[in-house]
């Protein structure tokens, strides 16, 4: 009950909420909070009447104790090799929401698609959200669930705390990113010094000509807005992170027609300029850019816009799939780099 209760009705308690809170977030919330209901069903839907694919448990976190689904590999999945690790990988998928709402259960599908491919065994946690909940209260999270899957992970999932991948979308690409793992990111939003209604919009021509949740863009922005001025950390924007510092294994899905595509361009720009003066050059075919034991792949895809992937299977599915498959080959990339050899059963 107290899960339904967060998860439905968080924007009204937030809206509603005793903590100092600026009237400009709580009007806003209470027009969210029935979109947030409506998005919450949409996303739950198939699991009404068939077997979730996933197990629901809780991990302890500074914060108190935090949902999270684990996706197990069927027995038809990869196994481990003989002469390499009986444990198998584990990623860590963090889910969208513009860091002031979202479910795990939306990134359900990559999940399951994840675990069934590469064997390994996948925790999709959700976290704190904002605006009562400002930076650094998600990366937090994450960084305590991390800690604990490095500590429990093998004896209570059979996983290997040495080889943890993480991943997300949107506000979730944010956070992988920023938690200094083997990642992707799907139009992350890297720059949060900057709000989203000052970024710089390309191809305006695809772009609708009103949008209907602007109202939403202050909400957007109170992650950072009301973290008392550090934005500008590496924790809340990846942007101003060094290639030296960014996680060894790094994919970035970005969306043609997306706010945020400006500042992954430009952040894409960057870290091959500061490897390539180090004698390495971005290779045009796969864009991989590979230094040494780094690697940074950029797959940028034409006609989408923020947040489809998330969306029903109708709109844009051979897109979809095809960013699967290429996360999905990310992902097996780095388990054997790093020593999981799985073979199928």
Known sequence: MRTFIHNNFHPLLSALSTRPLAWKYRWRLLLLWPT???????????????????????????SGRTR???????????????????????????????FIG???ESQARLDQLISSRTGAIVVSPTYRFAPVHPYPAAIDDIDDIIAWLHMHAADAFGADPNLITTGGTSAGGNLGL?????????????????????????????YPKRDPFSFLQQLYNCYADLSGGRSGEARCSPMVMEAKDLPRDVLMVLAEIDVVVDESRRFVQRVSTELEDEGESLVSDSRALVKGERRLEVMEVEGAFHGWLELPSSILEAERVRVFEKIVSFLGQVHRRYGYFGQST
């Open 178 to 206: 920023a938690a200094c793992l083997g990642t992707y990111t799907c139009y992350a939003p890297i720059d949060l010094r900057i709000p989203p209604w000052q970024k710089k919009i390309l191809c305006r021509e695809k």
């Open 102 to 104: 979202g479910l795990p």
């Open 68 to 98: 999270a689904l684990l996706h197990r590999p069927p027995p038809s999945s990869p196994a481990p090799s003989p002469g390499s690790s009986s444990l198998r990988p584990l990623h860590v998928s963090l889910h969208p929401g513009g």
């Open 36 to 62: 947030n209901i409506l998005v919450n069903l949409i996303i739950k839907a198939p699991y009404f009447f068939r077997k979730k694919p996933y197990e629901t448990i809780d991990i302890p976190t500074r």
